[in-house]
């Protein structure tokens, strides 16, 4: 099992902790540490200078090399890169709406009485107004791309504070006073001015894939991969059906109706979990507990049909939640259409075990129960979007999948995690354009114009992320059979799922190092 961090190291993890928490409610409240939740986190200059400050006196004081250190390490030198690279407030339109994201994992998160979440809230809600000020302040010339996504983000915070029934309501009314002028604002100034580009550039690019990731390969080979796994995949599809793009056609007509959309993929993730045990593929702790739930309107503009949000890794709640996006109000016949479409019974199964059982869920279950707090801080893509898509992966080798349907489904997305990464490489190192790339999708993918729009939208904001899907599952299929082929009869499916868990949100590479020399 994964070795405890020392005590020295913890002790001085917790001194930073307290700090960072100071001077960061918003990601305080998000990860659990709640001494500060009636307080948003400031953007004015001497708050965001502090912040830097804390990163650098911090860098010199990680004490070794363990697993922890390591991280925690990493952890610091990315945020002293991006803040030396980028004033991310001159850039980042959506900023204010994170606060508002905060606000309702408060209310729907069971650390606390609700009373006292409320009252929190009510405190926060106060100093929205301000907050929005000295973001507005300091914004420049974003990418276009940015600031018509955060347009979409305010009107759907606005639509969350229209349906907040348990805070003040002058309070709330207040804040979405705030948040509509805002709106206009990006509207009306931003947009026009809104010319600069969304490119991070290969060196910053190579930099988060070494230094997050941990990967031993830069930018050049990451590309290779994609174009790889986009041809193979693309085999697997037309092994199933050649004329698959015009199959999965068909089946996404075969969908739940409107009103039974959730209920569906409640019944879907209870079928998952009892597979799960019968097959003993991964242990399931006793105190674990998943809601599956209609995604919050303000997330629905990057969450357009599910995800799953974790409980904070230090805060006493222990409810995942399951987010499902409904037909939006108002929708005509063909809107609602084409949203159900994505709701396909062919599709939910895969989904099922991407986020919930055995997936995202049951991930971060195991990191819940992890000792050290540097590991249930670590926020790796490359583990849990990587897992996600391995469990995807096991439901067809462990025979889930009943009907070839599914399977073409599910193949279907692991041609758009193929593409994700040569598309990423190479809209962040200037090889694509914005409509290079919606293209691609278009034509060889074979999404619709506005799915491909908003996945090369979330492309744009989040360099070296979404590659992680594929690269995560491989490296997580590769340490696997490098350990089957090791241990040969003595190798436990279970038990390597078990250990491989029990390290918490790592990046995979640091996990294969601890499991050579304790699985021998």
Known sequence: MPRDVSPSLAALYDRYLAERAALDPDWATGVGIHDHDGRLTRHDDASHEARARLVDAWLGAVPDDSLDARLWRSELLSQRYEHRRQDARRVRPSIP??????????????????????????????????????????????PAVWTRMAIQDGEGTIAFLDELKQADASLVAAAKEGYAAYVAFLKDELLPRSDGSFATGREAYDFHLRNDHFLAYGSEELERIGREEFQRTLRMLEAIAPDWPEVLERMKK???????????????????????????????????????????????SSIP????????????????????????????????????????????????????????????????????????????????????????????????????????????????????????????????????????????????????????NAYTASPTYFPTYMIGMLEIVRIREKLRARLGPRFSLREFHERFLAFGNVPPALIEGELDVEWK
């Open 97 to 142: 709406f994170g606060a508002v994201a905060v606000m309702h994992d408060m209310l729907v998160k069971d650390y606390a009485p609700l009373e006292e979440r409320v009252a929190n809230v009510n405190r926060r809600l106060e100093q929205v107004p301000a907050m929005i000020g000295e973001i507005r302040s300091k914004l420049a010339r974003p």
């Open 254 to 300: 075969d969908h739940p109706k409107a009103g039974d959309l959730v209920e569906t993929y409640r019944k879907e993730v209870a079928k998952a979990r009892r597979f799960m045990v019968e097959r003993g593929i991964v242990g399931i702790p006793s105190w674990e507990k998943l809601e599956v739930i209609e995604t919050p309107p303000f997330l629905r």
């Open 305 to 456: 049909y599910a995800a799953y949000s974790r409980p904070g890794p230090l805060d006493a709640s222990r409810v995942g939640h399951f987010y499902v996006t409904p037909v939006p109000k108002g929708a005509t016949p063909e809107e609602a259409e084409e949203q159900l479409a994505a709701h396909n019974v062919y599709d939910i199964p895969g989904t099922v075990w991407h986020e919930a059982y055995p997936g995202h869920h049951l991930q971060f279950v195991y990191a819940k129960d992890v000792a050290s707090k540097v590991r249930k801080l670590n926020d790796s893509p490359l583990l849990s979007e990587g897992w996600g898509f391995y469990c995807e992966e096991l439901a067809h080798e462990q025979g889930y999948f009943k009907d070839p349907r599914e399977r073409l489904m599910q193949l279907n997305w692991r041609l758009q995690r193929a593409a994700r990464v040569l598309l990423d490489v190479s809209l962040h190192t200037g090889r694509m354009t914005y409509e290079d790339a919606v293209r691609f999708l278009v034509e060889r993918v074979r999404m619709n114009k506005a799915q491909a729009e908003g996945s090369v």
